[in-house]
């Protein structure tokens, strides 16, 4: 036997993510690339330096402040709130979704989604044990819902994963495709879950409305968050969620005790209290998203509507000369989605002038 005794379906494997690369426009993991004022740093550090005189202690389990917090914010995005019992919080959303998975999926469970989407999702499935299918999407990166229909009520799903937008083309759901969908699980008769991870939720477009709004109308539909992209805060590493408190419940079985810092808790909850400074280049990136899709047309580029911090283009017939040929100019995107497609982050205007120097250059070269 091979050392170290390693489980055989992770044998070879290489960890997941993208390469950390000291260059000058990092735009390749979707991040807000505008950091917190002089008053936000010292409201978060003055709140580490009052927990940290009590570190000796464990933090609060049931993070009852912070789920306070977290609804008190979500409650914005939907007509119903959100009470603090509806709320999961722990270290990122993909924790979230993986104990999601650990509490709702797997040995003989199935979690299902649609292709290209956001890479984490079958390495959930795969530690966990879960089965995992994936369906398509569209030539558009659309669902295409009679099939979606169709391959709940043939695998029937412990747990479907949908972003919404979508990683890596940014595309948003519709609320009906959403109900469908909700009421497809709930028919295929396993007590499924939808889980619309809403990580991009703050960039979508106007008039685009949020999952959170249909948890009164559907009991198996989970709304994840974060508070890496909009909220300009990766580093501290929270996301969280939105259910019925029953589906909350189950999830507390399965977390580690104490999973989450008395310190992140601190961070995340003096970034709340600042959350119009945070949120505030969000407009902002939205409209650079915007201007980088319609000049990635002019260009002659194929772009997926974004209402996302990112932008998926292409087609290139080798995309890895194109990202080394931006790399080469000290901009850093992403090599990722169907084959021949690059997405790209939406940064600062100075950064995204330099991403189209740089394209416009590579596209030169390789003319
Ligand atoms: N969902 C999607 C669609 C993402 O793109 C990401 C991060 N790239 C996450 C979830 C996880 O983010 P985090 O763990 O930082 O909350």
């Known amino acids: 036997m091979s050392w170290p005794p390693l489980r055989d379906e992770l044998k070879g494997l290489a960890p ?3 390469p950390q690369l000291d260059v000058p426009v990092q735009l390749n993991v979707n991040e807000n690339p505008y950091g917190p004022s002089a008053d936000c740093v010292a409201d978060i550090a ?3 330096a009052e927990v940290a005189g009590s570190l000796n202690r464990y933090p609060d389990r049931e993070l009852t402040e912070l789920r306070t917090a977290l609804a008190g914010y979500l409650s914005q995005d939907t007509p119903h709130g959100i009470s603090p019992d509806q709320v999961w919080a722990a270290n990122g959303s993909n924790e979230v979704m993986l104990q999601l998975l650990q509490a709702y999926a797997g040995p003989g469970r199935t979690a299902l989604s649609f292709a290209p989407t956001y890479s984490m999702y079958p390495e959930y499935a795969r530690d966990t044990n879960t089965g995992w299918v994936v369906g398509h999407r569209e030539e558009d990166f659309s669902l295409d819902l009679h099939h979606a229909r169709a391959l709940i009520e043939e695998t029937r799903p412990a747990v479907v994963l949908l972003p919404s937008p979508n990683n890596p083309t940014g595309t948003a759901l519709p609320h009906e495709a959403i109900s469908l969908l909700c009421d497809a699980v709930a028919g295929a008769g396993q007590g499924g879950l939808l889980v619309v991870d809403e990580a991009y939720g703050e960039f979508r477009r106007a008039g ?4 959170l709004e249909l948890l009164p109308a559907h009991r198996n539909l989970v709304v994840t968050r974060t508070m890496s992209k909009a909220f300009a805060l990766a580093g501290a590493r929270l996301g969280y969620l939105a259910a019925d408190p029953a589906i909350c419940d189950g999830i507390r079985v399965v977390r580690l005790p104490y999973h989450l810092s008395a310190v992140t808790q601190a961070v995340a909850l003096a970034a709340l209290r600042h959350e119009k400074e945070l949120l505030g280049k969000v407009d902002e990136l939205r ?7 319609d000049w990635l047309r002019e260009q ?3 772009v997926g509507d974004s209402d ?4 998926l283009f292409g087609v290139f017939g080798d995309r890895h000369a194109v990202w080394q040929g931006l790399l080469d100019r000290g901009v850093l995107v992403r090599e990722v989605g169907p084959e021949g497609w690059l997405r790209v982050s939406i940064g600062t205007p100075e950064e995204m002038a330099s991403f189209r120097l740089g394209l416009t250059q590579v596209m030169e070269e390789q003319a």
């Open 300 to 302: 002659g580029h194929r």
């Open 46 to 48: 003055a709140s580490v």
């Open 16 to 18: 997941y993510g993208a």
């Open 287 to 293: 409209a650079e998203r915007d201007a980088t899709v």
């Open 308 to 311: 996302a911090n990112f932008v």
């Open 208 to 211: 685009v409305p949020s999952a």
